[in-house]
Nanobody, 121 residues
Framework: QVQLVESGGGLVQAGGSLRLSCAAS????????MGWYRQAPGKERELVAA???????NYADSVKGRFTISRDNAKNTVYLQMNSLKPEDTAVYYC???????????????WGQGTQVTVSS
């Protein structure tokens, strides 16, 4: 019903930058919060950044001042600009969106397939 497709991951040297994008498509009535999570090998998935429909943002302490989340509501797309990348930012990054598929439905969480970000030292 709803698909989230991420792009923009890759390999970068420490100190470099990457920009992730995530486009939501399908049966979408409304999208509330959107966000980015990451999961490193052997670790639990953690919130990186989130943004509400009105633009309020929330960041993990580890990325504050380096990452910026933004969204284009007209395109159902969320972005994550990552600057000053560190080796510890290496992980699979997942997009998340809280979606209603029609005016009567509940808000449900949808996830992208993940995109690998690798930061070399």
């Amino acid at each position: 019903q709803v698909q989230l497709v991420e792009s923009g991951g890759g390999l970068v040297q420490a100190g470099g930058s990457l920009r992730l994008s995530c486009a939501a498509s399908g049966r979408i009535f409304s999208i509330n919060a959107m966000g980015w999570y990451r999961q490193a090998p052997g670790k639990e998935r953690e919130l990186v950044a989130a943004i509400t429909k009105s633009g309020s943002t929330n960041y993990a302490d580890s990325v504050k001042g380096r990452f910026t989340i933004s969204r284009d509501n007209a395109k159902n797309t969320v972005y994550l600009q990552m600057n000053s990348l560190k080796p510890e930012d290496t992980a699979v990054y997942y997009c998340n969106a809280e979606v209603r598929t029609n005016w009567q439905s509940r808000w449900l969480d949808y996830w992208g397939q993940g995109t690998q970000v690798t930061v070399s030292s």
